[in-house]
């Protein structure tokens, strides 16, 4: 278990870009996986990216593909959200989440943060 504080959210036109920072307490970072998901209005929570321990490997959702970019940086207990060419469409709370388990098995993410907003205008 480790705590987790996402920020960088705000209010964005179309076109813009965010990007979304989690810091992570504790000194044993680098043995978690993370990952984003994101709630929107009046809907579930949906998976949005995931990367590996070493941040070498990732993955994305159809959706974000092309427009996002999940990283982290070990050395500050840090993983970032690039979000590019944004639509009202991802407008949601953005969650930072780790697993100590697989990293693709997305279950297993059961360390969350608050949340951050993330609002595009159209």
């Known amino acids: 278990q480790v705590q987790l504080v996402e920020s960088g959210g705000g209010l964005v036109q179309a076109g813009g870009s965010l990007r979304l920072s989690c810091a992570a307490s504790g000194r044993t970072f680098s043995s978690y996986a993370m990952a984003w998901f994101r709630r929107a209005p009046g809907k579930e929570r949906e998976f949005v990216a995931a990367i590996g321990r070493s941040g070498s490997s990732t993955y994305y959702v159809d959706s974000v593909k092309g427009r996002f970019t999940i990283s982290r940086d070990n050395a500050k207990n840090t993983v970032y959200l690039q979000m590019n060419s944004l639509e009202p469409e991802d407008t949601a709370v953005y969650y930072c989440?780790?697993?100590?388990?697989?990293?693709?098995?997305?279950?297993?993410?059961?360390?969350w943060g608050q949340g951050t907003q993330v609002t595009v205008s159209s």
């Open positions: 989440a780790a697993t100590s388990g697989y990293w693709l098995v997305l279950s297993r993410y059961d360390c």
